[in-house]
């Protein structure tokens, strides 16, 4: 590693990189506030209008079929939602008569192990990025129902107006019989 | 089997509408049940296209039990109780694949697809005299039936057909399990099942998709926002005169009756799918004539077989795990033929409208929970439910068969229904006595 700073050297792109990582860094953890706060409306922006918000299943399946443990975009899913149904979930909730989430459950989103699986430095307008991190989502309602939702998420950030929104999101739980008994909270 | 001596139909009052909430909490009672109707009862296994070809199995559950549905060498169908005979473990850890064999992972003993124990380690060295490999093979169902594609099983040799079975209610799994043009075409899954546990008595699952219509209030913040498959409020497009309908056998259905001369706009959300909707009407209604417009919207065959054959098109079984634990297993299914925009527009669809994530069925599945929840306790118990509902409604109607109630004219003669045969079940010690009983009101 080189000790000195060069404005165009190989230790520009380091900082662009690491700058880059902190903006998708906030970005998440932003997102997590905005869930957890209950303050929907500014979440949904978050998305592109072509967003897929996608949360396949998870299968039992020989070593040699691992490859194929988590379902394809072509089968069934537990969530495979547009934009607009993203939106109608969160009305759903807005009515005050979504018994499954009224009154409002307790979450916390907390998100980890955020990592480029093809490191960038830079993300100009228009331009898009695979972003790769985990969940571990409590969820507490009621009196004491409980869940712990864990896995992993692989995104797709683009930049638009300058801003990072989510083109897709991949949610990979690791359960495969869910043991909550519905999804009303987002991932 | 001992006889209960009918102290289960004294937790049924027919005549009252009256039934008691220990059939939702009781351990004992639910015991019995896994005895007297799961091990009885014709049970809904899986789909013929999930195992299309030689050596393909999926695994599925009878109650709370693990099954193999496998399709052997030869091409025949069988459902195994998904356990060694050596020593109880489960030969079949995947939920689905193709196999020559299925190995036990603990001391070797292998299964051939139709059953048969054909390896065990030693044998020769291990068993003198050698024991009977023939009396050592996986244990099959008793009945097996193939349907519509819908495979079914039940572990009694004593149980009538899967025909005299259902009954009456044969029409609506015909109608429901038909392509969309009514014809002899195949429908298919649209992929793995949704697997979920929810905190509830089975029995809340069953009654409801039985067709509890009094339950709209639970769903009104969906049908406020309108996830229907055209645009607008709602879930679904208008499905016509509503027919709520029970059988003997326990099973009950709603019906959709369309009047086949007034043009319909169904799907009109998807340019691709609302096309090929209306050219399987035409053909529909040419085949059909005015029964063309009969579709059975939602039902349930009892026990724990339920269904959405209009909008979704899904199946829905509620496995049993405990007074206050059900597994529900969902499918989604459509025509093979549907062109590929047409299968994709369905499934999104279905899954915004039912399954864990469905904006439907979470607010049931909370109401589930919190009344098994809520009647747990030494009081709550002493008050039974109330399923007064259309009491004494309901009659013949020259449009289905059963026993019919129409629309605006609400009822819970499904329900009732249901819980009048669970106590047959629970009372009678075979089934001559369920026959038997079948024929009382
Ligand atoms: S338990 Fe299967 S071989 Fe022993
Ligand atoms: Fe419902």
Same mark, same amino acid.
């Given at each position: 590693m080189s000790t000195g700073y060069s404005p165009c050297g190989p230790d520009a792109a380091r900082l662009a990189y690491l700058d880059l990582m902190r903006e998708i860094e906030d970005f998440y953890y932003r997102e997590a506030d905005l869930l957890d706060e209950r303050d929907y409306d500014p979440w949904l922006e978050l998305?592109?209008?072509?967003?897929l918000y996608w949360m396949p299943m998870r299968l039992n399946l020989p070593w040699e079929e691992r490859a194929q443990d988590i379902t394809s975009e072509e089968d069934t899913a537990w969530i495979h939602d547009d934009r607009a149904t993203l939106e109608k979930r969160v009305r759903q909730i807005q009515t005050g008569i979504h018994w499954a989430e009224e009154p409002l459950s307790r979450v916390s989103h907390l998100i980890t192990n955020i990592r480029l699986p093809a490191p960038v430095s830079v993300l100009p307008e228009g331009a898009s990025v695979t972003v790769k991190s985990r969940f571990f989502v409590y969820r507490n309602r009621l009196e004491t129902e409980t869940d712990v939702l864990v896995g992993r998420r692989e995104d797709l950030l683009r930049r638009l107006g300058g801003e990072l929104r989510i083109a897709r999101r991949k949610i990979v739980i690791d359960q495969s019989v869910l043991m909550a008994k519905n999804l009303t909270v987002f991932l | 089997m001992k006889s209960l001596g009918g102290s289960a139909h004294a937790l049924v009052d027919m005549q009252l509408g009256e039934i008691s909430r220990e059939l939702f909490v009781n351990q004992d009672l639910y015991r019995e049940e896994q005895e007297r109707i799961f091990a009885r009862a014709w049970l809904y296994v899986g789909h013929e296209s999930q195992v299309k070809a030689p050596g393909d199995f999926f695994t599925s559950k009878m109650g709370e039990e693990s099954v193999i549905l496998t399709r052997d060498r030869a091409g025949k169908l069988h459902v195994f109780l998904?356990?060694?005979?050596?020593? %109880?473990?489960?030969v079949c850890r995947y939920d689905q694949g193709n196999t020559k064999n299925f190995i036990c992972p603990y001391h070797g003993w292998s299964f051939a697809t139709d059953g048969k124990l054909v390896g065990v380690n030693d044998y020769q060295a291990a068993y003198q005299p050698p024991f009977d490999r023939d009396q050592w093979g996986l244990v099959e169902v008793a009945q097996l039936k193939v349907f519509r594609g819908t495979v079914w099983a039940t572990w009694d040799p004593q149980a009538p057909s899967f025909e005299d079975y259902m009954g009456e209610a044969m029409f609506a799994l015909d109608k429901g399990f038909a392509p969309w043009d009514g014809g002899d075409g195949q429908t298919e899954l649209l992929g793995v099942p949704q697997k979920w546990i929810i905190p509830s008595n089975w029995k809340f699952v069953a009654e409801n998709f039985s067709c509890d219509v009094l339950h709209t209030v639970s769903h009104r913040s969906v049908d406020m926002v309108g996830i229907g498959p055209s645009v607008g409020e709602g879930r679904r497009d208008p499905m016509g005169r509503q027919l709520v309908t029970s059988y003997p056998g326990g099973h009950g259905c709603l019906y959709g009756i369309w009047p086949t001369e007034t043009p319909r706009q169904d799907y009109a959300g998807s340019a691709e799918t609302a096309a090929y909707f209306q050219d399987c009407w035409q053909r529909r209604i040419k085949r059909m004539g005015k029964q063309a417009g009969i579709i059975p919207v939602v039902g349930t065959m009892f026990p724990n077989m339920s269904f959405h054959a &209009? &909008?979704?098109r899904t199946i829905l079984v509620a496995h049993p795990r405990g007074p206050l634990e059900t597994e529900l297993w969902r499918v989604y299914f459509v025509d093979k033929d549907a062109p590929l925009a047409v299968k994709r527009y369905l499934r999104s669809y279905y899954l915004r409208y039912s399954g864990p994530a469905g904006m439907t069925e979470q607010d049931d599945m909370e109401n589930w929970n919190y009344a098994s929840a809520a009647s747990l306790g030494t009081v709550s118990r002493r008050y039974p439910y109330h399923?007064?509902? %259309?009491?004494?409604a309901g009659g013949a109607s020259d449009d289905v068969p059963g026993r019919v109630t129409e629309n605006p004219v609400t009822t819970e003669q499904n329900p009732r229904g249901l819980y009048k045969r669970w106590a047959d079940y629970m009372d009678a010690p075979d089934w001559t006595a369920l026959c038997a009983a079948q024929e009382q009101p």
């Open positions: 998305f592109t209008e072509d967003v | 998904n356990t060694c005979r050596h020593r %109880g473990m489960k &209009q &909008q979704p399923y007064k509902a %259309g009491l004494r």
